[in-house]
């Protein structure tokens, strides 16, 4: 299947500094891709839809200027936590589509914020 | 997208067959039933997805009854490494393929 990789796979911030998280489709061009975040012993939250070349559309509740998302390329889209407190501490996850049906997830980001 | 209802936890023995259920009482016609895992701390792994027809791929079958209302994740020879959550989804193929995870089932295979 195709892969999707994401940088860093971990990472620590003080509150108030902003993290850009990366997410790649390896293997194939992905004009739509999906960010996700997960809290500890909880379900995966789907947070928006990112489309090349165009804004991203957010879902209800998610704030989208906390919450920065910019897909510059058919292989690269990024999210970047403004401003970040230790509620956004969560594990962040990206997705891709290829031409088929399928989604392809990449490994995961934990955020951690002190 | 449909809602799915799944058990919260299984147990499965090593070497047996995993079966996970999962009811979706409001799907559409139209509406695909995808099946993800998730092994801790790790992003959702692809696993199957069918539409009315029963699956079969080198990891799983998919049984879909015939009103579509609920199906059956099998897994063959359930190992150790098959122990994640389980997570059944269902939606249009063409809403732009977002997925709306629910709550999963925690499947622990023991030796």
């Known amino acids: 299947g195709a892969v999707v990789s994401q940088h860093p796979s971990w990472v620590i911030c003080k509150s108030g500094t902003s993290v850009k998280i990366e997410c790649r489709s390896l293997?194939?061009?992905?004009?739509?891709m999906f960010w996700y975040r997960q809290f500890p012993k909880q379900s995966l939250m789907l947070m928006a839809t990112?489309?090349?070349?165009?804004?991203?559309?957010?879902e209800q509740g998610v704030e989208k200027d906390k919450f920065l998302i910019n897909h510059a390329s058919l292989t690269l889209s990024t999210l970047t936590v403004t401003s970040a407190h230790p509620e956004d501490s969560s594990f962040y996850i990206c997705s891709a589509r290829d031409q088929a049906v399928e989604q392809f997830f990449g490994p995961g980001t934990r955020l951690t914020v002190l | 997208d449909a809602k799915t209802t799944q058990p919260t936890s299984m147990d499965c023995a090593e070497g047996r067959a995993a079966n996970l259920p999962c009811n979706h009482s409001t799907i559409s016609g139209n509406e695909y039933v995808y099946w993800y895992r998730q092994i801790h701390s790790q992003g959702p792994q692809y696993i199957i997805h069918?539409?009315?027809n029963n699956e079969t791929n080198e990891m799983a079958s998919l049984i879909i009854t015939e009103d579509r209302k609920s199906s059956t994740l099998i897994l063959p020879h359930a190992t150790l490494r098959d122990t994640a959550v389980y997570y059944c989804i269902v939606r249009v193929a063409y809403n732009f393929n977002k997925f709306y995870f629910g709550s999963g089932t925690k499947l622990n295979v023991k030796p």
């Open positions: 990112s489309n090349e070349g165009s804004k991203a559309t957010y």
């Open positions: 069918g539409l009315k």
């Open positions: 293997d194939f061009q992905a004009t739509t």
